[in-house]
Nanobody
């Protein structure tokens, strides 16, 4: 059974940094499209960043220049390096995966692209 297991969340003051990790268990994700979504209190789920097997990345405008998504295919691991955090970054961060290649980067922020979801890790940023 394939599972996505997130880690690395926590509480942080504004301006701080965190790195989230998502480990894929039960499969190798070399050709997967991977993404981070988040859900903030009172808000819907929103895509934060995505990366495909060719290294093509997409970022939400509000995190560009602050967040970096990366993947390690040997470790089946996806990371999200978050710098200069602010309270608007608070939320449950969830890892998502789509097995196989998907050649439409314009859709990487759409939830229908992904069939595997983790349980999430909480990030709380205080002012």
């Amino acid at each position: 059974q394939v599972q996505l297991v997130e880690s690395g969340g926590g509480s942080m003051e504004s301006g701080g940094s965190l790195t989230l990790s998502c480990k894929t268990v039960g499969t190798t994700f070399t050709y997967y499209v991977m993404a981070w979504f988040r859900r903030a209190p009172g808000k819907g789920r929103e895509a934060v960043a995505a990366i495909d097997s060719d290294g093509i990345t997409r970022y939400r405008d509000s995190v560009k220049g602050r967040f970096t998504i990366s993947r390690d295919n040997l470790r089946n691991s996806l990371d999200l390096h978050m710098n200069n955090l602010n309270p608007d970054d608070t939320g449950m961060y969830v890892c998502a995966a789509r097995p196989g290649k998907y050649g439409y980067p314009d859709y990487y922020f759409e939830t229908f692209v992904y069939s595997l979801w983790g349980q999430g890790t909480q990030v709380t940023v205080s002012s």
